[in-house]
């Protein structure tokens, strides 16, 4: 097992065992201890100084299910803290096989040229493709496959990371080679292209890998684990993570006009029932894996009207917060905007909030799609709109003069209203990444709690986000739960894994051990938990379907700070 | 003494007896004091509960040499911290002479209108005057004098801070009623035209006041503070503060084409030396107050090439900022910019740094003054350029692109380089609102130290600091000063106005208990001493003239915590 080193200065590649101390870490777990041992939290995450870590899930690239996931770590340029951006596609199963753990991307070359890193064709290296400025994730694709072969994973960023977009992201190919799986959050592509890096490929390995240390308990929780997935997973297969706009609708949190409501009377235009039926008019379908061995196959691929290929993995907050929160409600319009954002190499959430700040700002009107592609298209050029729009919601929202923006640490909220949703406002709130829910989202009914209850979010909040790391380290994707019945099986799968006994319990104690690693580099960077908030408007202006403000005590949230060992006194 | 209160809302306005609690609070520690006591630390600085406040030093409105300061205080909507904007003119003598000890204006107006607040004209009222929207600071004088007479003081928000531009300033007028003298840092203009208040006109006091109790004394150590003052002084009377360009370029330490080096072999074009000769040659005159009983005198009038009237108090910080810093080298460019900034309500440091930045990231050439003048004026209009500069260096660096951008917690750094002034660096780091020099200035030889020594900055710029704040809090110029020996006259001062003894020691307390409040402020904002640090460049890039590099070690920056008392632990 490696770790890649590329120093992006004299484009140096060095390749050495992972160091035993980072062994028992993966994901987010070694993206994040490699930040903290190397990375000054006060650097500039633009400059040479700063470092993007690519790693593997413990698991990924083995036969668990749902396993392809891969870690994205760098300081974040959108928010100033540490920062982990979690991918699917094939690119986590490629590395592994290839036996790497962790590839560092450090320093910065002198002269702006475009890289290409070549992984798992004999020696790592670097290969200068000037020709591929500018191009398009699909366009950056397709011509390295044809050079390539089809039978690579390639990471790419778009023009919009290459103009150093604060929402910019990592691309990552699916199994048919569309660039639609996105390391999406706090401008990983904008890290990659400071690095003067353009794409990766990554052969296609040999074999699978790695091989668990005891072969047959793995293959038997396997099994067992993933007969409960497709059991219970049913929804999210047929309808795809869309499913949740009929479901937060109807619990009043679907962001409509820059979070000023929660309810929408024309969700069944953007439904996970209305994608269903096109995909079924159309062509296209739901059900898809954005990687071999997903069982719950929540991704989907979205034809336009013409019955031709538009976009694929067409998700729940890209819907929610291209449509509603913009007053779209044409599922066309919205998967044109996922197609453009996927292509430019852009966090469809960010740029969806940071839209409706725009709108209310008066920069651009509610529900005014054709100005909406051109603002998101504007990102990649020079255009003044395009440099504001490009750097986030929270920049928007400071030069076009509007209070209500909806973020947290520099990172917009996600497809889910904190008033209807608390636990996942505590989640916004309180992660050490700004605004994310995939770092503990707390669906309606999760932990028995109905999501404007206010008393135990917190609690809720923090346990969700700590399993939440537990699936980040294995590679797992966070849709097997996570819940406290998830805990016992990845346990006992990485106990398999490693051949010796591991308890949910231990796991879970990893996982509190990273996010305290994480939070200790935001206090170094300057910001405490004292930031551990969301925007007043959530508190002053209730949501008018339902009457809720966000109402969980600000104490509560400025005392659940992952850097405190818990019973220590907080003073950050 | 009173405190009055605007609740904008609903123009409701209540004067009351300034309370107990407050009495011995003046200036920066009555505004910090009641910021603390009243402003949530996580507001939106220009929102409905933000405050601001105006109050003049404890000693302001006597005969005490160069006491006619006043503060404002707010949160700041450029660096998110607690706000001290410290002002001339003539405006703190009238309010303070009309028995105005605080003036806090609250709460925000639900229509778009612009208020006239009216004060020692019976009660205080608010008037509309829709007619002033967008005009300069030189018109809405010229006409809130025609209305009240020339023996007013006003106060008003010039285009840019209309539209709530974060580097807007409040202008006060001088004796000669032009708007010259600024509460320049932090976008306290902003702040007031977002509480739509657009000017406040105050009557000129029947006499004097306050009195000390004990005027004997008073009047005694006035004049032998005042004889001090004359004779050691003289350099500040003669060319300004201007007087500084060819010290601190001497020094090695004058901002240079976005503070890429500290020398400049130009400087005798824009030197304090070439402003006294040009108002030789043309009118105008240095050796002018800022407001009456002013003995430095610092403040100058600057003429044209046509020997007319151009702009008055152009300082050595909008020298070097716009001069220099922008590879400008002539001194009528210079005062031409510093009358738009002065005109349009802009603090000429922000506007300085950031124009440096936008010329650094390719958006303007050095040294093209049309250039520059036309993106001053962006600043007051809808136009692209203009948005993101009136939010400042940071935002600007953001949007353009730009690593190099001189500023601490969102606020740009002022006219010394800190690799050749480390001193000042330290203050920059440290002080509680960003980068600002005024908040403890240390001129290269203060403390015996030279600007390229690093050890012992950081406790010279510990003590200055404290004086300063001692200074804030009487309304007296920091020009007196601030040194060791200015405390038992200080001291002296304040016994003889209370009628009680205080020691120079009690008063350097009172100034530590001041800025452990603002630092608190700021910690409950989220906004740590971890933030305590000057942008990486200043340690990595030497400076060309001397090899200088920014070398106080991190550590003791992040110790120079405020809010912790000495001595106790900081985990902040």
Known sequence: MSLIRIDMTDQRVTSTELPERYRRLGGRGLTAQLLADEVNPRCYALGRDNKLIFAPGLLTGTSAPCSGRTSLGAKSPLTGT??????????????????????????????????LLILGDGQPRLEIRDELAGRGNYATVESLRAEFGADCAVLSVGPTGERRGALATVAVCDAEGRPTRHAGRGGMGAVMASKGLKAIVVRRPARRGPLPVDSARFSRTVKDFAKGLVAGKKALTSYGTAVLVNMVNEAGGLPTRNFSTGHNDQSDRFSGEKLLQLARERGGRTGHNCHPGCVIRCSNVFHGA????????????????????????DLDQIARFDRLCDDLGIDTMEMGVALGVAMEGGVLEFGDADAMAAAIRATASDEPLGKILRQGATVTGRIFGVERV????????????????????????????????TAGNCLPGRGGLMGHEATGQTQLSRATQEMSMACDLLGVCVFVGPVAETMPALAELLSAFWGEEVTGAQLLEQGKQVLRVEAEFNRQAGISSRQNDLPAFFRSEPLPNNGQTFDVPVEELNALDFAVVSGADTTG
């Not at 694929?312 to 907050?317: F, H, I, S, V």
């Not at 917009?412 to 989640?427: E, Q």
Request: net charge neutral; glycine share 16%.
């Open 82 to 115: 540490i920062k982990e951006s979690n991918v699917g596609g094939i690119a986590g199963q490629y590395l592994a096989g290839q036996g790497i753990r962790a590839l560092v991307i450090e320093g910065a070359p002198r002269a702006a040229r475009q890289w």
């Open 406 to 437: 909806p973020a947290v640490k520099g990172q917009s909220l996600s497809g889910y209203d904190p008033r209807a949703m608390k636990g996942t406002g505590v989640t916004y709130a309180t992660s050490t990444m700004g605004a994310d829910h």
């Open 306 to 329: 013409d019955g031709s290929y538009l976009t694929a993995g067409l998700e729940y907050e890209t819907i929610a917060l291209f449509g509603p929160n913009c007053g779209v409600h």
